[in-house]
C-alpha cells in the first residue's frame, strides 16, 4: 500500500517561513514524478511546483523566487520550503507523486495524493 503523508503545516505571520514534508511509503519502485499543490477555501486545486526525477522543477510564477522543491530519496520524502510568505498562500498543500511499486509481482504506476496539511499566513 502506497501512502503518501504531509506534515509541517502551521500558522505563521506573513514574511515567516515554513518547511513542509511529504513522506512517502509502501513497496516503491521509483519515485517519477513529484509535486505540491495548494487549494484555497472556494478556490480550485492549484500547482505550487512539479519535478520529474531528473530535476528541472516547474514553479507556478506565483512563488518563483520563494519556495523551493527538494526530494531526499534515502528518506523516500519530498521537501517543500517556503519562504516570505504572504497571506495569499494560505491554503490546504497537498504532496502529489507518480509512482512505481509493485503490488504482488505485478509492477504498476499510478498517481498518489496525501490527505494534505494547512498553511496559514496571517497579515
Known amino acids: 500500500q502506497v501512502r503518501l503523508v504531509e506534515s509541517g503545516g502551521d500558522l505563521v505571520q506573513a514574511g515567516g517561513s515554513l518547511r513542509l514534508s511529504c513522506v512517502v511509503s509502501?513497496?516503491?519502485?521509483?519515485?517519477?514524478?513529484v509535486g505540491w499543490y495548494r487549494q484555497a477555501p472556494g478556490k480550485q486545486r492549484e500547482l505550487v511546483v512539479r519535478?520529474?526525477?531528473?530535476?528541472?522543477?516547474n514553479y507556478a510564477d506565483s512563488v518563483k523566487g520563494r519556495f523551493t522543491i527538494s526530494v531526499d530519496n534515502a528518506k523516500k520524502t519530498v521537501y517543500l520550503q517556503m519562504n516570505s510568505l504572504k497571506p495569499e498562500d494560505t491554503a490546504v498543500y497537498y504532496c502529489?507523486?507518480?509512482?512505481?511499486?509493485?503490488?504482488?509481482?505485478?509492477?504498476?504506476?499510478?498517481?498518489?495524493w496525501g490527505q494534505g496539511t494547512q498553511v496559514t499566513v496571517s497579515s
Open positions: 502529489n507523486a507518480d509512482i512505481g511499486y509493485y503490488s504482488g509481482s505485478w509492477y504498476r504506476r499510478d498517481d498518489f
Open positions: 509502501g513497496s516503491i519502485f521509483s519515485i517519477n514524478v
Open positions: 519535478t520529474t526525477s531528473g530535476g528541472n522543477p
